[in-house]
């Protein structure tokens, strides 16, 4: 316990109050710092760019979490049919861009996605579609890096759907069928239920992944076209790294703390409600 | 318990990426150096050269540390790009360089937050006053009254075309004005199949993020505009630069000489793919174009009302809070020799970028074409934002305004609130 203790201390516990003290300050990191009070976090609360970050990065969670969950299930239920010939080939290739750096990732996409010398608008030019320059398309940037990240990323939840599904006893099912219910019933009233602990774990991790963005976005769009993928992240990363004002950096990287601590305690608290009825 | 536990793990990580930088900074102990002008220095140099002026400069610095045997310095080449990602980290980790090259219009940050040390004794020497340096150059080196670092290369931003495409568009000569050159862009750009996107386009006109920031205040130049007057005070929204805005997004949008949504990368590829028959680059592009077979030329930016004009890039390198007094004058020392008539003669030579010293006459950089090219054209350059040390907030609001007046947007209109926006930046 207490190498652990020390572990966490030095390399977690420490750095999160170092950073907690930055916040109250002034400071780019060279020279002395000037303590401020709460004056950063009252820059976050009025600056309106700022602000917008904290709607971007919104809209990405509720763009990115429901979507990479749903897909990530589908291919799930479909990966766990004994009939499927082939699974563990499927699964692996599904999960392969998981285990993917996301820079890596996203360089590759950026490049299919150039709409003078990607392969994609090629091939879709030849069937009679123009996808256009969509990383600089406002309404359709924040859209397209969700889709990477969902690219990257649903195979590692598929992978803990499947590993829930196998832990589902075959006699619920059968008892169901014995009652007479279909496959969508068994699915309602069988498999979501028993999925709940998963569910939770799955929610709770897309979101937290969604809140912190960024490796996709720093790649593909630097934040635009004009801060429209400008997430939090992304913004602690441009006003610690660019403008080195490393005391309000960190006071915007407490705030995305904070919100993501309160969403995920409600979500576990609203899983954890939800698997005490199904117990019960 | 439990419950708290996970996430609050999980989610600290975006604040521990910042603790990382929460050294306080204020101790510049360096663990080389010595207390005495006897003792051995040792210097680390970081720059982004990374083409052929890298390996010129690695030989400097080597010639450097045979020519004398006080100091050493050894130099690490990274990209540009990783320099800004890593300089703040390291140096307040204490792992930083002593030195560091970066580009010019980052220097008036780093100075205004502490990163480095003033050189106003090394411009006071004697020797410096007599290598006859760059004035504009030097002016970048310039914040708040004092020196932060010496110019390592200054050089205005060019057009560079392929001779071949222009050949078979029976174009002769490069033009001189900007209705030429539009008039030549429509000429070299093609829809063969006529679907409104062109295969090929006449010039490869970013609309954000341009090479060195400079390609719209070059435009802006040459339409008798600019971003700051000599007052620090904006000047983004001015009718000269409403018209050359006007001017470029009806270019773009109405004759298509170019797609939109470029940023400085994208119109490399272009160019050097062979779809775009111009580019408005610095004097690396020469050795890509090289690289992918294309018969190039280089001219200055064609004027427009005002005559012909350029953004400068500058690259500057300056002396971190990290070194001590001994490598400061270590680094000054350096800094002579670079400055020397042989060296800035071999480094603009090797690196392809003009003379940093007006002392050294055009015949004794021919040999080079790229240099000879450029060195023509030097004085149209101007150093961007100057001092500045908002540049990136002033630059960005630019960024904003063309990107969307070339995508539809009115051009009075977003440089109004470019305008508004970077003059909060300058008043901060």
Redesign the interface.
Known sequence: MLPALVILGAFVFWPMLAALRLSFTESSGFGPSRWVGLANYSTIFHDPKILKTLGITAMYAVMFTPTAIIVALLFALVLTNKALIGRGAFRTALFLPFIVSMAVAAFAWSYLLDPQLGLLNYWLSNVGIHLGNVLQDPRLALPTVVVVAVWKSFGFYMVVFIAGLQQIPEDLYEAARIDGAGRWRRFVYVTVPQLSTTFAFVVVFATIAALQAFDQIYVMTGGGPYRHTQTVVAEIYSQGFKKLDLGLASAISYVLLLITLVLSLVQFRFFGRHEKDVVG | MK??M?????????????????????DNTSAAGGDGASKHVSLTFWHGYTEADGKVLDQIVDDFNKSQDQVTITDVTKTWADI??TL??S??AKTGPDLVALPAENLP??AS???FQKLDDFYDSDETKGASLNEQAVSMEKVDGSYYGVPTGFVPLSVIYNKKLFAAAGISAFPTTWDEWVADAKKLTKDADG?G?PEQYGLALPD??TVGNGVWPSLFYGGGGGLVDDSGHSVIDSDANVKTLTYWADAVRKDHIS???L?GV?SD??FS?G?AAMEIGGPWMAGVAADNKIDYGIAGVPGGSAGPAASAIGISAGVT?QADADQKAAAEKFFAYFFSQDVATKWSLGSGWPPLRTDIPASAVSSNPVVKALTGIAGTARPLLPGVA?S??VLAAV??AT??ALTGGDPAELLKAASATASQALSE
């Not at chain 2, 521990?16 to 900074?25: K, V, W």
């Open positions: 419950k708290v996970l996430p609050l793990a999980v989610a600290a990580s975006a604040v521990l990426a910042l603790s990382a930088c929460s050294g306080s900074g204020s800004g990602d703040l980290t140096l307040s940050i780093y937050k502490g990163a679907d996107t954000h993020a797609p939109t949504g940023d994208k590829g272009l793919s779809k809070v908002n990136v907030d960024d904003e990107q969307k």
